[in-house]
């Protein structure tokens, strides 16, 4: 039986590292992985390797190495194609489940409505390099822009972190659109640690029930 893939989004700052680790953790001590197979948590980009090398260039703040849209675009998409034929296709395949910090929402989100770029062009890069694999369920941490802003104050942001208030509008506008996707359940970020966590238990005992 193929394995269960789950997809966490969200602005920065939304707390998707938390709670995937308290989702792996819920679903190794409560038996829902059928026996004998595993959980495998991943990320994007550097969810492989090479993604760790393409990870690095993307998020660099060096000036002089920042890549253009289309080339950053280019980039991600390399990245997903290695982590879809390295990790998240094998794994699935074995019946083991995967929990990605990040996949395909975030580049609609980020290169299409923060960068502007062409939304058909993203999606046709998206079915390259996914080649059919979709997630069984993604879900969007929820967080106000200015919240965001407010968490992260105290770290040195990335390059991408670094566009601005406006970029970042955008990018969430654009999470916000693709939660309306059937797919996707948008859990509000300013909840409790608790309340998010006992949501998302929810919507997995209803994704492994409707199997």
């Keep these: ?27 190794i001590d ?21 993604g760790q ?6 998020l660099d703040n060096s000036i002089e190495k920042s890549p253009d849209s289309i080339t950053e675009l280019l980039l991600y998409a390399a990245d997903r194609s290695q982590h879809v ?7 699935l395949t074995k019946g083991d489940w995967v929990i990605s910090d990040r996949f395909c929402g975030s580049t609609l989100a980020y290169q299409g409505y923060g960068r502007k770029l062409d939304i058909k062009l993203i999606k046709n890069l998206e079915n390259i390099a996914t080649q059919g694999i979709s997630p069984d369920i993604t879900f969007l941490l929820d ?37 309306n996707g059937s797919k996707w359940k948008k859990i509000s970020a300013i909840k409790s640690k608790e309340k998010i966590i006992s949501e998302i238990q929810s919507e997995i005992k209803k994704l492994i029930k409707n199997k």
């Excluded at 039986?1 to 679903?27: A, H, R, Y």
């Excluded at 829902?32 to 492989?48: A, H, K, M, S, Y």
């Excluded at 942001?157 to 969430?172: A, W």
């Design 1 to 27: 039986m193929k394995g269960k893939f789950i997809v966490f989004e969200g602005i920065d700052g939304s707390g998707k590292t938390t709670q995937i680790n308290e989702l792996s953790k819920w679903l």
């Design 30 to 50: 409560s038996d829902l992985i059928p026996e004998n197979n595993q959980l495998v948590i991943t990320r994007e980009p550097g969810g492989t390797k090479l």
């Design 53 to 58: 090398s393409i990870r690095s260039l993307l």
């Design 85 to 91: 034929n390295e990790i998240i296709r094998p794994t």
């Design 143 to 179: 967080l106000p822009v200015e919240e965001s802003i407010k968490r992260r104050k105290n770290r040195e942001d990335d390059r991408i972190e670094k566009e601005g208030k406006e970029f970042l509008s955008n990018v969430s506008l654009g999470f916000q659109q693709l939660s």
